[in-house]
């Protein structure tokens, strides 16, 4: 087997806490443990919410904590011409389509639709794992009015038909998309429970779920490691892949750190970041430990480990 290339990918929303230390510290180990390329990919498509300072501070801290990547920081800023034209090509396949709906336009719609099931554009559930189901109010529009509107400069994002993507990529693929998760094993791509999801806006021409199927392909990415909590973006990165040609990396979905009280860590329950605990004095090895991993250096069962000689 080859030698992976795994990758960190932080959003610069603001300063690491401990799971995301132990995110980017499963990427690290799968790589090094097997003298394969840890890269680093900076996710900052969304300048309203990204910081510089921020993405700074984080490598900053995976310096601290003695974490090394491999080549050149990805910043998904400087790519978008990569994203413009995997949404192109989505969009000459005639998979996309204009939506205008506000989130309250889409929460009346869902209520609506609740009261009569059988008008449900796409049969299922009413939420989906990221929220509710977009209920496909603007598929149904005509393309001219889509073109009226966007003439007189309406906003909108651009969603992705699931079922007619899904439909298409499972017929070139003699039927359906599965990927190997090293912690679930083989596992069947169900895209259609996310239903139309935007990839991308009028402001942003790319979304998470364009540009990290497009950029783990670029890099040469072969095993994807992260939380559980994004285990449901697979199945639209896995048809994006089907779509679009792109290589199926491996995927391995590590369990999230949680705190005392059993809860994931989040930046919005006041998790610590690591630049607290540096300020408080702790060293790498401590904060190591309090995300559950031993110092970088040693394996989990205590062994040291040299990890010279991969980079
Ligand atoms: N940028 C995402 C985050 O910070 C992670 C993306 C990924 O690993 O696929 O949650």
Redesign the pocket.
């Known amino acids: 087997m080859t030698a992976p290339t795994t990758?960190?990918?932080?959003?610069p929303?603001g300063r690491l806490h401990l799971g995301?230390a132990a995110?980017a510290r499963h990427g690290f180990e799968a790589a090094r443990q097997a003298g394969g390329r840890f890269l680093l990919?900076i996710?900052e498509i969304d300048g309203t919410r990204c910081r510089r300072e921020h993405e700074d501070g984080i490598l900053d801290d995976l310096r601290f904590l003695g974490l090394s990547w491999d080549g050149e920081v990805r910043r998904q800023s400087e790519h978008l011409d990569d994203y413009e034209r995997a949404v192109e090509r989505l969009r000459e396949m005639e998979l996309l389509y204009p939506c205008f709906c506000t989130r309250a336009d889409i929460a009346a719609e869902i209520a609506r639709a609740a009261c009569a099931p059988h008008d449900l554009p796409v049969p299922g559930p009413l939420a989906g794992p990221c929220g509710p189901l977009y209920p496909g109010t603007c598929r149904r529009m005509a393309r001219e009015d889509a073109e009226r509107r966007i003439a007189s400069g309406a906003g909108y994002g651009l969603r992705l038909d699931v079922e007619r993507s899904a439909r298409l990529a499972e017929q070139r693929n003699g039927g359906p998309l599965f990927w190997h998760d090293r912690g679930a094993g083989r596992i069947e791509a169900t895209p259609r429970a996310l239903g139309d999801v935007v990839l991308a806006r009028k402001e942003i021409p790319t979304s998470?779920h364009l540009a990290?199927s497009v950029d783990?392909h670029l890099q040469g990415v072969t095993l994807?490691?992260?939380?559980t909590?994004?285990f449901h973006?697979t199945h639209i990165?896995r048809l994006l892949q089907a779509l679009l040609g792109l290589d199926v990396p491996e995927y391995d979905h590590h369990p999230l750190v949680l705190d005392d009280r059993g809860e994931r860590l989040a930046k919005r329950r006041h998790a610590p970041t690591i630049r607290s605990l540096r300020d408080e004095g702790r060293t790498a090895a401590e904060i190591w430990r309090m995300a559950g991993w031993p110092p970088v250096g040693e394996t989990r069962s205590g062994e040291a480990e040299t990890t010279d000689g991969h980079r």
């Open positions: 990758r960190f990918a932080p959003s929303t995301h995110s990919r996710e998470y990290v783990d994807v490691t992260r939380g909590d994004l973006a990165h």
